[in-house]
């Protein structure tokens, strides 16, 4: 059972350093890291992690030369209130997309930011948020958009950007998406570009608008290159609100089991969780990736892929411009340039690691090694990788 943002440790940190800040005069200094943990008796990681909402709301900062954190000035009234709705259970990716919004706020906006969590949809009182803010945005689950959200979807009292995902219909709030049908066109282009004709996708999360996205253009790439052949689709048949990884790697095992040996040389993920569970399987049953398997993944919006072994073949977005865009139709919807509503996709850009080879070159598989564990990673988009020892 995931744990609620709300009951984790960090969060009620967080909240009891806000309202001790809030009573600082400007300028006042913070106690010590070490005396912080030592008053709230939480560890040093946990700290950090309940001073990190403070550091992007600006309430607190670091002077330049100085150890220590200082309380911030207080704040002038804000021009805009924000609402980010979002899930209560702690995502890197729904953590990586929300903080992505916020850091793009234009500057001299003065947008002030208001959290709420929800578990489903379904308990979301847009209007009862939308009464004390200028505007939202929405970060949904996974599950199929329900009733309360579609009728307020077509006329929202407030302006309203939903992000990830877009439900069939005709609505009058903003949308900013990944382009999930590009995703699957894309992932089967680049595993066919390399040789391989065996090729199976794993559908690794719940049927939401995103994943059916993947799926058809996955399904139109399949249909171009190899009309009249077999689909091959591991469907792991996860539920809105599992953990999607352990589903998959359960699900994933089964269906191996069921069909023997894999005769397939290639493998798409539909979410980062799929590429997991694949890999601790593959890794399990001696198959190697990517000398016997090649894997691609969708990227995810965290930067999970990069502490992979092997480094992961991705697509995905880039978080700075998804916040970009998100706060640029924020922006346009506050000074009434957003009559019509709009829908801004975003392409995902394929990134090349570890995961994937030339199904008719086995020289062009790359493990990670002692040798070339520098090499490895000054190729790579950044040096946070981790490779065994």
Not at 219 to 224: F, G, K, M, N
Not at 284 to 312: M, N, Q, W
Request: hydrophobic share 40%; proline share 8%.
């Amino acid at each position: 059972m995931p744990v609620v943002t709300t009951q984790t440790r960090h969060y009620q940190l967080s909240v009891k350093l806000r309202e001790l800040v809030s009573g600082m005069a400007s300028g006042t200094p913070l106690s010590t890291v070490r005396d912080l943990c030592r008053q709230f008796k939480v560890s040093q990681s946990t700290l950090e992690k309940a001073l990190e909402p403070l550091r992007t709301e600006g309430l607190v900062v670091r002077p330049a030369n100085q150890k220590r954190l200082v309380a911030a000035a207080p704040a002038r009234q804000p021009l805009a209130k924000i609402a980010l709705l979002h899930p209560v259970f702690p995502s890197p990716e729904n953590h990586a997309m929300i903080n992505a919004v916020i850091r793009a706020a234009p500057a001299g906006r003065q947008w002030a930011f208001d959290h709420y969590y929800f578990n489903t949809m379904s308990e979301i009182e847009f209007r009862r948020i939308t009464d004390h803010s200028d505007a939202a945005v929405l970060l949904p689950t996974a599950e199929a958009f329900p009733e309360n959200v579609l009728r307020y979807l077509q006329s929202p009292e407030k302006p309203l950007v939903v992000m990830q995902q877009r439900p069939p219909g005709r609505f009058k709030a903003h949308f900013v998406t990944v382009d999930d049908r590009l995703f699957g066109n894309l992932a089967f282009e680049q595993l066919w570009a390399l040789g391989h004709r065996q090729l199976t996708l794993i559908l690794d999360q719940p049927p939401c608008a995103s994943i059916v996205g993947r799926r058809r253009g996955w399904l139109e790439a399949h249909r171009r290159r190899s009309p009249g052949t077999p689909v091959s689709i591991c469907d792991c048949e996860v539920k809105s609100g599992e953990p999607a990884m352990e589903t998959s790697y359960a699900s994933l095992n089964a269906w191996l089991d069921r069909h023997g040996e894999p005769t397939f040389t290639a493998v798409a993920c539909t979410s980062i969780a799929g590429a997991m569970a694949a890999l601790r399987t593959f890794w399990e049953r001696g198959i190697r990736v990517p000398e016997d398997v090649s894997l691609l993944s969708y990227g995810g919006e965290a930067s999970t892929s990069d502490f992979l072994v092997p480094p992961l073949t991705t697509l995905k977005v880039d978080m700075t411009a998804y916040g970009q865009t998100v706060a640029a139709v924020l922006a346009d919807c506050l000074d009434g340039r957003a009559a019509l509503p709009r829908h801004r996709t975003l392409a995902p850009q394929l990134l090349t690691r570890c995961t994937t080879r030339n199904h008719c070159d086995a020289t062009a598989a790359v493990t990670p090694t002692r040798q070339n564990r520098k090499e490895l990673v000054t190729a790579l988009p950044t040096s946070s990788v981790y490779f065994p020892r």
